[in-house]
């Protein structure tokens, strides 16, 4: 049976390349018909604990950093 994985993003209010990685996500989601559901989070320089890069996005307890290709969302996904 397929465990629904939780999608989180995070990003930073002064980073280029955030909206890039949201939009990237949000198209690999769509492709499901709303299956998925992700929460962003804003990050500062104080609460970045275990971040290394923004934008960072985890699914599940797969972390993927910087500007994400689609295939790997997809298979973050199902792994």
């Known amino acids: 049976m ?3 994985k939780e999608i989180v993003l995070y990003i930073s ?3 280029p390349y955030c909206n890039i990685a949201e939009g ?3 198209a690999v989601l769509e492709e499901y018909n709303g299956l ?3 929460k ?3 990050v500062n320089n104080k609460s970045l604990n275990n971040i290394f890069s923004i934008p960072t996005i985890f699914v599940g307890k797969t972390r ?3 500007l994400p290709e689609k295939e ?3 298979t ?3 792994s």
Do not use: P, R, V
């Open 2 to 4: 397929y465990e629904m």
């Open 13 to 15: 209010e002064d980073c």
């Open 24 to 26: 990237i996500l949000q």
């Open 36 to 38: 998925f559901q992700y």
């Open 40 to 42: 962003s989070i804003k």
């Open 64 to 66: 993927i950093e910087g």
């Open 72 to 74: 790997q969302i997809h």
């Open 76 to 78: 973050a996904l199902f």
